[in-house]
């Protein structure tokens, strides 16, 4: 079983999340913020990934820590979940087109931590949500998961939209990235002999 669970408990922030990378996508996601919780299950549901998450931040100065500190939970419990990432196909990338919105990812498991991100919002906030909070979250993630990551908007006008595409864009690329490649059982992924 790939599962893995991550306890987090900062000054600001108490995170539990736990995954199983060989679920159905189901979702279970607590955070006090509803726009993060919703773009969470997002994630969840199209990576495939199961994901329960519970998070309890200092909501009262806003929503940076939390969101971070997720992100840097799921990152870890993604590195945990692999082990020695023998048989994956390591790899993923996705092109997510979602009303107005287009956003690219592709992305490697490479325990090479690399953030590209060309990600523009034209609204500082959706809803009570601060925009800028969405990349805060893949840094985390990739710092913290080992990902090279690059994620680009190709097109978009509403920024629920954007935001939105980006979250599914990057869950169907993990979604390939951690799958078992039948053609690579038992093998790592790289002529270095580790990742």
């Not at 979250?137 to 978009?156: C, E, K, R, V, Y």
Request: net charge negative.
């Amino acid at each position: 079983m790939r599962i893995a669970e991550v306890t987090r408990k900062t000054a600001e922030t108490e995170i539990a999340l736990s995954l199983n990378l060989d679920g159905t996508g189901k979702y279970d996601v607590t955070t006090g913020v509803g726009f993060f919780d919703h773009m969470m299950d997002q994630l969840a549901r199209h990576s495939l990934i199961d994901i329960t998450l519970r998070a309890k931040g200092d909501l009262h100065v806003d929503d940076h820590h939390t969101v971070e500190d997720a992100g840097i939970a799921l990152g870890q419990a993604l590195v945990k979940a692999l082990g020695d990432k023998t048989g994956i196909r390591r790899y993923g990338h996705f092109n997510l087109a979602m009303d107005d919105a287009q956003v690219a990812c592709a992305l490697d498991l490479s325990a090479r931590p690399y953030l590209v991100w060309n990600v523009p919002f034209p609204t500082a906030k959706i809803g009570t949500f601060d925009t800028e909070l969405v990349r805060e979250f893949f840094q985390a993630l990739s710092t913290h998961g080992g990902i090279t990551l690059h994620i680009d908007m190709i097109h978009g006008l509403n920024s629920h939209h954007i935001a939105e595409a980006t979250f599914k864009a990057v869950a169907r690329s993990l979604r390939m990235a951690v799958e078992a490649d039948p053609r690579m059982s038992g093998i790592l992924p790289s002529t270095k002999g580790a990742l």
